[in-house]
């Protein structure tokens, strides 16, 4: 008897999950994205899915951008709102990468350092377990250390990206091996099977002169390299089924654990939006009026612009496709950003009734799961990525930064989505490529396959007991690896 109410005993307890249900232990998780929505955004539906699970959750970020989210859905979670530290060149009520033009976002990345000390006196008195941080904090865990605070580096990058860039020590000192920008348009040595994910000749230039104006002080091959360098753990936007082999690569690489945490599908974000049924009336009712799986939607994300010639290509490419089409067009990055786009002359009179250009916030997700949007062009964006596959909606791709050239890689090589055809020297696409790799995706039987792929890697991409197990699994390791070694469990 005794025995057996021993080895009971032992069995519950074993799984620290269960053992804190038991003893109601809960965890303190604070979570602090990058000053960028593509970041917030997941960030926080990570936060609700633990919140789920009835741990407490910090958000923290600055005023502005978080009085831009919807109101806290669960009691569990805390929106700490930081001031935004000034710097100089940074203008004022610029508190994310949406609000300024591109070679700015090194001023927000100063502003960002800056919140090195109203974040620790935060977490000085928070009693925090853990906290997640994004790849421009790589200092987070050295003030974590002050107060037994232990730290993820959550990547909202994928597996692939992070896998092609490799280990941290190369990121932090010089990478020994990768010298000249071409060496980043092949698959690096640490990569033992045989894949075309690498950037393509243009995009890495366009990163390369991007990274050249680092007034931030610290390059972003930097911060990225010792945020994986100083972490306890590294949690990955991702799932361990659709990519076994990238997961692999960076366990290798990196030496320490390693989790999926799911890719996170979008739960909706109202872009702070007041009016945002008024809105969402309007473009109903617009794609209400066209004909079923013919629109292409077309939005590139809130960080990248196109030039005005790429622009200009874009828009003769929709009027040449014949096809309805619902284009966001940022024309500004913020108030400060002076290189407003235009569309070609006439463009509007021509596509008139076919065709809408919307220059404000579109609620992305629901006018992806409308019935007549058949294609999106997107610029890569792994959280556009996600909410198209939500919907089923297949895929073109026009990259413009970061990590969006390997994202498009990874889209190809599975079929998921099309790349428009362009120059690999300096980026150059034409209308017709544009028209052509449309029709190709929404209407042409040669794209079948897109349509059908898109489809069928739905159920891996946002099915729920699955993104339920990866949270399951990161909280137990959180739970069993908590601050001072403390065990949650008797025995
Ligand atoms: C959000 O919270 C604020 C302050 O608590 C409140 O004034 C506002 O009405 C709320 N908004 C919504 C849409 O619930
Ligand atoms: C890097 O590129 C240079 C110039 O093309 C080439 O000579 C070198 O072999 C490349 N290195 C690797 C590791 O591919
Ligand atoms: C910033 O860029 C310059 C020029 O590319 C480089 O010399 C310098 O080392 C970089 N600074 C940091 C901190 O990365
Ligand atoms: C929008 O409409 C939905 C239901 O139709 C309602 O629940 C919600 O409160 C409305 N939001 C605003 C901001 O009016």
């Known amino acids: 008897?005794?025995?057996?109410?021993?080895?009971?005993?032992?069995?519950?307890?074993?799984?620290?999950?269960?053992?804190?249900?038991?003893?109601?232990?809960?965890?303190?998780?604070?979570?602090?994205?990058?000053?960028?929505?593509?970041?917030?955004?997941?960030?926080?539906?990570?936060?609700?899915?633990?919140?789920?699970?009835?741990?407490?959750?910090?958000?923290v970020s600055t005023t502005r951008n978080i009085e831009r989210l919807p109101n806290s859905s669960s009691s569990l979670i805390t929106y700490v709102k930081l001031p935004l530290p000034k710097v100089d060149n940074l203008p004022k009520n610029a508190?994310?990468?949406?609000?300024?033009?591109?070679?700015?976002?090194?001023?927000?990345?100063?502003?960002?350092?800056?919140?090195?000390?109203?974040?620790?006196?935060?977490?000085?008195?928070?009693?925090?377990?853990?906290?997640?941080?994004?790849?421009?904090?790589?200092?987070?865990?050295?003030?974590?250390?002050?107060?037994?605070?232990?730290?993820?580096?959550?990547?909202?990058?994928?597996?692939?990206?992070?896998?092609?860039?490799?280990?941290?020590?190369?990121?932090?000192h010089n990478d020994p091996i990768r010298t000249k920008p071409e060496n980043f348009t092949v698959p690096p040595p640490w990569v033992p099977f045989s894949s075309t994910v690498a950037f393509r000749y243009f995009e890495i230039m366009r990163i390369v002169d991007a990274v050249s104006d680092n007034d931030s002080g610290t390059s972003d091959t930097y911060r990225l390299g010792a945020s994986i360098e100083n972490c306890d753990l590294v949690?990955?936007?991702?799932?361990?089924?659709?990519?076994?082999?990238?997961?692999?690569?960076?366990?290798?690489?990196?030496?320490?654990?390693?989790?999926?945490?799911?890719?996170?599908?979008?739960?909706?974000?109202?872009?702070?939006?007041?009016?945002?049924?008024?809105?969402?009336?309007?473009?109903?009712?617009?794609?209400?009026?066209?004909?079923?799986?013919?629109?292409?939607?077309?939005?590139?994300?809130?960080?990248?612009?196109?030039?005005?010639?790429?622009?200009?290509?874009?828009?003769?490419?929709?009027?040449?496709?014949?096809?309805?089409?619902?284009?966001?067009?940022?024309a500004r990055r913020g108030a400060s950003d002076t290189e407003v786009l235009e569309l070609p002359e006439g463009f509007e009179e021509r596509t008139k009734g076919r065709g809408v250009v919307w220059t404000s916030w579109a609620p992305q997700l629901k006018i992806l799961g409308h019935g007549s949007v058949g294609g999106f062009l997107t610029h890569s964006g792994w959280t556009s990525v996600v909410e198209a596959v939500q919907n089923e909606t297949p895929l073109v791709l026009l990259t413009f930064l970061a990590d969006q050239g390997i994202n498009a890689r990874v889209l190809e090589e599975k079929?998921?989505?099309?790349?428009?055809?362009?120059?690999?020297?300096?980026?150059?696409?034409?209308?017709?490529?544009?028209?052509?790799?449309?029709?190709?995706?929404?209407?042409?039987?040669?794209?079948?396959v897109y349509r059908e792929t898109i489809k069928e890697v739905k159920d891996l991409f946002v099915d729920d007991q699955r993104q339920q197990k990866y949270i399951h699994e990161l909280l137990r390791h959180l739970l069993s690896h908590r601050k001072n070694g403390e065990r949650v469990f008797p025995g």
């Open 1 to 59: 008897m005794l025995n057996h109410k021993r080895r009971s005993k032992t069995k519950v307890f074993s799984d620290p999950l269960l053992a804190m249900d038991r003893n109601n232990e809960k965890l303190h998780i604070v979570i602090f994205p990058w000053l960028a929505f593509g970041h917030i955004i997941p960030n926080l539906e990570l936060a609700k899915l633990i919140a789920e699970k009835g741990h407490k959750v910090s958000f």
């Open 95 to 172: 508190e994310a990468t949406t609000d300024v033009p591109y070679d700015v976002v090194q001023y927000l990345k100063k502003a960002y350092d800056a919140l090195q000390h109203p974040l620790s006196s935060f977490l000085e008195t928070s009693n925090a377990d853990w906290i997640l941080y994004d790849f421009t904090a790589y200092w987070v865990p050295a003030i974590a250390a002050r107060f037994g605070i232990k730290t993820v580096f959550y990547s909202i990058f994928t597996p692939p990206f992070m896998g092609f860039m490799g280990p941290a020590s190369y990121m932090i």
């Open 235 to 330: 949690a990955i936007r991702g799932c361990t089924e659709l990519e076994p082999e990238w997961f692999q690569v960076l366990k290798d690489i990196y030496r320490k654990p390693v989790l999926a945490v799911g890719q996170l599908p979008s739960t909706g974000f109202n872009g702070g939006d007041e009016n945002e049924n008024d809105t969402w009336r309007w473009i109903k009712e617009w794609l209400d009026k066209q004909t079923h799986g013919r629109v292409v939607y077309v939005a590139f994300g809130s960080e990248a612009k196109p030039s005005q010639e790429e622009v200009n290509e874009i828009a003769l490419g929709l009027e040449k496709s014949e096809l309805p089409f619902f284009w966001v067009l940022r």
């Open 415 to 448: 079929k998921m989505g099309y790349s428009v055809p362009r120059d690999n020297l300096n980026g150059f696409f034409t209308a017709d490529s544009v028209a052509r790799s449309v029709r190709l995706v929404v209407v042409e039987d040669e794209g079948r």
